[in-house]
């Protein structure tokens, strides 16, 4: 009971403090209402957007299997209509019995008028070649019946192809009368051109510069002014070149010649010693032997050189002895008899 009392008493009191607790905590409410709010709506939108994507990326799948699959069926059709066509084509044209059969009946017609043509070229050029060697034959009989027409028999003195003794003349015979005698003619002497510097500077060379007297005469009326000649303007422009002395003929022609002829000498020279024999210029001089004629025991004399020996001039008296052995075949030689029965 007190205590029913004692809260009695403070309900006042309570409901002012529920009434300002509620007061003060409505603000705070809102605001976590808001905020509460704009958290689902964010997580909506990321479920939404997400689950859109999933379905943008489904519907890109069944599209692609379905283009995909109509592709396919497009290809396979085009490909049977190209295979029905090719095949007709080719059963039509390629492969046809008659059309092949027609096709080697005009092979073969074109191939026997061709062979035919040939042939009758081939007897054509044949023809032509024995008209051209008989020709040639002819021509060949005809040179030597004119080269031999002194052989012609006269009426005094018979030829040798018209012999008493045979009862008709040799076909040479005829052909002699038929022909001309054979004439040499003179070979023609070809005048050689001058080339020499005083042709070209006189300008009677082929090789020249033209001369006024060989160009045309000009019939054209003469220009009014204060105009030179045209005879005198070509006459100065071909004239002929006059050399000085100094081009004609140089000083030292002569200085010039012995060089040449000296340097073409000292070409020529094995060394550049100059050899007098009819001096006494190698008088003082000792004389230097070759160096495989000579030795420190004197000079070798030529039938010295080859390998003879000479005890005189031995260092020591033992022999040379040799590094390898001789050879069986040629220490045998000499000493056996070969089965001729000569010493081998």
């Not at 092949?100 to 035919?116: F, P």
């Not at 051209?132 to 003195?157: F, G, P, V, W």
């Not at 510069?209 to 009326?221: A, G, V, W």
């Not at 005198?232 to 002569?254: F, G, H």
Request: proline share 6%; net charge positive.
């Amino acid at each position: 009971m007190a205590t029913l009392a004692r809260l009695q008493a403070r309900s006042s009191t309570v409901g002012n403090q529920y009434y300002f607790r509620n007061s003060v905590v409505d603000p705070f409410r809102k605001k976590e209402n808001d905020a509460a709010v704009k958290i689902q709506s964010w997580f909506r939108g990321c479920q939404v957007r997400a689950y859109i994507r999933h379905l943008n990326r489904i519907v890109t799948i069944i599209q692609k299997w379905w283009r995909s699959f109509l592709g396919r069926k497009q290809y396979q059709l085009t490909v049977q209509i190209q295979r029905r066509w090719r095949g007709y084509r080719v059963r039509k044209y390629l492969f046809n019995y008659y059309y092949l059969k027609e096709y080697l009946k005009v092979v073969s017609e074109t191939n026997d008028a061709i062979r035919k043509a040939l042939e009758e070229f081939a007897e054509m050029k044949e023809r032509e070649e024995k008209k051209a060697n008989l020709e040639r034959e002819e021509k060949k009989r005809d040179y030597q019946a004119r080269k031999m027409h002194y052989l012609l028999s006269t009426k005094q003195i018979p030829g040798i192809y018209n012999s008493p003794f045979r009862k008709e003349p040799d076909p040479w015979e005829l052909q002699l009368q038929k022909a001309k005698p054979l004439t040499h003619r003179r070979p023609k002497v070809k005048q050689k051109d001058s080339t020499s510097l005083t042709d070209w500077l006189a300008c009677t060379s082929a090789r020249s510069f033209p001369r006024s007297e060989i160009l045309p005469p000009i019939n054209r009326k003469q220009c009014q002014g204060p105009f030179r000649d045209i005879t005198e303007v070509l006459e100065q422009r071909y004239r002929p070149l006059e050399p000085t002395l100094r081009v004609a003929e140089p000083i030292d022609e002569l200085k010039l010649a012995r060089e040449e002829l000296r340097r073409e000498e000292w070409l020529q020279n094995v060394n550049d010693n100059m050899f007098l024999p009819f001096s006494s210029y190698h008088k003082n001089e000792k004389y230097i032997p070759s160096m495989h004629l000579s030795s420190k025991y004197g000079p070798i004399s030529y039938k010295e050189q080859f390998r003879s020996e000479n005890p005189k001039k031995w260092i020591c008296d033992k022999d040379f002895q040799t590094v390898l052995p001789s050879f069986e075949l040629f220490s045998k030689y000499g000493k056996l008899y070969s089965k001729a029965g000569q010493i081998v």
